[in-house]
């Protein structure tokens, strides 16, 4: 039957590839058989029901091949129609050229930028380890699955697939077990132009369990490796099939040219024909497999319906646990934290990455399934919780995380953790580094997941490592993603609220700016209540006039008001702005910003980056301190000054401009 199975997948993905006359056909080919295995016998899920939380995971990591999952999603009875398979990479549609978390009931994660899928396999099978520890209990075992991930040669060559396997190595996940469609073919013709490496080699010195030499077409040598791969519980496993890219096109088979384009009828045909299948009918599925997966699915039914009672005697037995599995799984915040958080005294001046810590380890003690760590930079991070112990091999009850120096996969592993549920996680590094986790953040923000990315050390005033670690596009290039929140901080207080708004959201990623020089207090005229708008006024003109407005954020608003004091002695009136959210400040429309920035006012903006963005709410009187070239290494305020960031320079630019207007 599974082979059957295999042959139905075939026939339904070249079918569906070939209507929408686009899309990837080798891989969901190729790879049948070991898709019919994992959803005909291996896993368990409940397609009623598939947000079961102790459900099996697969991941498609190599997710150009997204009607493999879609084939198997409808035949195993999830809502996704045989009209569904038809419209494959329409608009509007549950099946899109690649698999999206939200879009697709069973996708578990959104793939296509190969390696992520993997990645995030890495956190899902971290965030099981996790809830076991926690919530089992003597009496009974509610969190125990298995993590699956496909990944082909292209997942393999990229650098985040080499960063996520070695962590899993060494954190010895054995309830993951990645399987690899080795076969050898790439876009660009055969692998042996571009990957000659020992892949199994590679991975057996990650500490994974590798087996080696399956034949990808031969359901029992695979099942028997799976067998295998769960006995091998202290180590992740891999799986190395040897398959054949279109396996059964007559002329197409093991060929580039089934990589990513349809196959033509008269190949169709001739693999309908290899295959037993009627060569006329398009979308064909046999009785016997529709049969096979009705009763597949009440079998699998009832195994989660045996699982629901065992979780509700488990709740009665158990009910501070039950309380904690509630609020980890809603994401619910205590209903004082705001007034903790708000109550939390920060001596000042201080960095915001110290007032963050500060903060993020009260708010730990208030939220317990929130998790993280740092790429190596926990010191500089200030993002340690002391209270508190680590994810480490065989010890998976502690709540931070040694990530190491990998910080794509870092990011793409907090966004599994994030998708599996159960844990609320962050993750931090220097703001420089951001770069080499934009995949990965971009992927959170795509799929709504509530992510808080720390990121310190912000600007030119990271002083002496010079220009390789001074940020001087970043923050720009993060409030460009979008559903990214981006929120720059101006001091301790602001800080403060930007944790509270980072737990707050559920919806997307946050994205914390923070310093590495200290700041100190900004006195709020008009309070801080204006800082969930994005923008508000921190410093007021007296009179009734109004010479200019400095808008900034972070270590800028500071700056901004030790300027409008030089300006004031020069007997000019001056508004200071704080805009921690810029998205956020120009999402609240002309009057608010107007109301905050004054009508056709001279603007100012100081920004220790590039500020092109920072146009959209300037008129045409306006003047920009920004910084539009590299950094250099020396002290921190030295550079600063050396690169304009001067009260009296800035100060006398702007009567200058100001004069000529």
């Known amino acids: 039957m599974l082979t059957q199975i295999a042959d139905t997948v075939r026939g339904l993905s070249a079918d569906a590839v070939e209507k929408a006359n686009s899309g990837h056909p080798g891989l969901p080919i190729g790879c049948a058989d070991i898709g019919a295995l994992l959803y005909g016998k291996v896993m368990k899920y409940d397609p009623t029901q598939p947000e079961w939380p102790d459900r099996d995971r697969f991941i498609l990591s190599a997710g150009h091949g997204s009607m493999l999952v879609y084939s198997l999603l409808h035949l195993a009875g999830f809502e996704v129609s045989l009209d569904d398979l038809k419209s494959f990479r329409q608009l509007g549609s549950k099946t899109p050229g690649h698999p999206e978390y939200g879009e697709t009931p069973g996708v578990e994660t959104t793939t296509g930028p190969l390696g992520q899928g993997f990645a995030n396999a890495v956190g899902m099978a971290i965030a099981e380890r996790m809830l076991a520890q926690r919530f089992n209990t003597e009496g009974h075992t509610i969190v125990d699955h298995y993590t699956y991930t496909l990944l082909g040669d292209g997942c393999m060559m990229e650098g985040i697939s080499s960063e996520a396997a070695s962590l899993a190595g060494h954190l010895g996940l054995g309830k993951l077990i990645a ?378 608003v500071s700056l901004a008001v030790e300027v409008a004091k030089l300006l004031e002695e020069k007997g000019k009136e001056v508004r200071v702005v704080s805009v921690p959210e810029r998205r956020e400040f120009v999402n609240q429309g002309t009057e608010y910003i107007e109301e905050v920035l004054g009508k056709d006012t001279f603007r100012v903006v100081l920004e220790a980056g590039v500020g092109n963005g920072w146009y959209r709410l300037l008129g045409h009187k306006c003047h920009v301190v920004s910084l539009e070239d590299f950094g250099m290494s020396g002290p921190g305020e030295e550079v600063a000054r050396e690169l304009g960031f001067d009260a009296e320079k800035i100060a006398s630019d702007i009567l200058g401009n100001y004069e000529r207007l």
């Open 179 to 556: 399987i690899y469609d080795d076969n050898e073919i790439s876009i660009g013709g055969s692998t042996d132009i571009t990957f000659t490496e020992s892949v199994a080699d590679r991975f057996k010195a990650y500490n994974w369990h590798v087996i080696e030499g399956v034949d990808g077409h031969d359901l029992k040598a695979l099942e028997e490796a799976v067998k295998e791969a769960k006995e091998a519980n202290d180590k992740p496993s891999l799986i190395i099939a040897k398959t054949k890219i279109a396996f059964g096109a007559p002329t197409k088979e093991g060929s580039s040219s089934a990589h990513g384009a349809p196959l033509g009828e008269e190949e169709i045909r001739g693999l309908k024909k290899n295959i037993g299948f009627p060569e006329d009918k398009e979308f064909y599925i046999p009785d016997e497999v529709k049969e096979f997966f009705k009763d597949h699915t009440e079998k699998l039914k009832k195994e989660r319906e045996e699982w629901e009672k065992a979780f509700t005697e488990w709740a009665e037995e158990n009910p501070d646990l039950k309380e904690e599995w509630d609020k980890a799984h809603n994401l619910e915040l205590p209903g004082d934290l705001e007034e903790t958080i708000n109550n939390l005294e920060i001596k000042t001046p201080v960095a915001t990455r110290k007032a963050s810590g500060e903060t993020l380890r009260k708010i730990a003690d208030e939220i317990p399934y929130l998790v993280g760590g740092s790429a190596d930079l926990a010191p500089s991070n200030k993002t340690y919780l002391d209270k508190y112990g680590e994810i480490q091999k065989d010890s998976f009850d502690g709540r931070n995380f040694r990530f190491g120096v990998r910080e794509h996969a870092m990011g793409a592993i907090v966004n599994g953790l994030s998708l599996h549920k159960g844990v609320r996680p962050f993750c931090a590094t220097f703001l420089v580094f951001s770069d080499y986790m934009r995949p990965a953040i971009r992927m959170a923000a795509l799929m709504k997941q509530p992510v808080i990315y720390v990121f310190t050390h912000d600007s030119v005033y990271v002083g002496e490592d010079g220009p390789t670690h001074q940020p001087i596009e970043h923050v720009e290039a993060l409030r460009v993603i979008p559903n990214l929140k981006v929120l720059r901080p101006a001091d301790a207080e602001e800080t403060k609220a930007a944790w509270l708004e980072a737990v707050k959201r559920t919806d997307g990623p946050t994205a914390l700016v923070l310093t590495r020089q200290g700041l100190p207090h900004i006195e709020k005229e008009e309070g801080i209540v204006g800082f969930k708008r994005g923008g508000y006024i921190v410093h007021k003109e007296k009179g009734d006039r109004t010479d200019a407005v400095l808008m900034a954020s972070g270590s800028e």
